[in-house]
């Protein structure tokens, strides 16, 4: 959420720099709303995923083509789709999952009981 207000705000009070004269202008798709997507499509694979959910990969599938799109769209580059996924969203999404994997206590049912049997009870 911090990512995506620091975005918001770099892209509506920073200029564009073109032809070394500072020129306000908004883009048609702001960058943030790719920080946006991604946040909101991996948080629902990641609550499909806890509830069971059979088709809960779909929803990486989802934050891939998302971010890539919204993201090429923020350029202004459509066809520069390919490149952002290989070089940008797939890369992205396979490292926070790997993040999700070796730092989330609840990633298995296993692991969670494991780390929370060893607590003594609250009091």
Do not use: C, N, Q
């Amino acid at each position: 959420t911090l990512a995506f207000l620091l975005m918001l705000g770099w892209e509506k009070y920073v200029g564009v720099l073109h032809d070394e004269l500072v020129i306000f202008t908004f883009r048609p798709v702001p960058a943030a709303l790719t920080t946006l997507s991604y946040s909101v499509t991996l948080l629902a694979w990641y609550r499909a995923r806890h509830r069971g959910g059979r088709k809960s990969w779909l929803w990486i599938a989802a934050a891939v083509l998302s971010g890539a799109i919204l993201r090429t769209l923020s350029i202004g580059v459509p066809g520069t789709i390919p490149a952002t996924l290989i070089l940008g969203a797939v890369p992205f999404v396979l490292l926070w999952l790997l993040a999700a994997r070796l730092t989330d206590p609840a990633w298995t049912k296993e692991r969670w009981l494991r780390l929370t049997a060893s607590k003594p009870p609250e009091a």
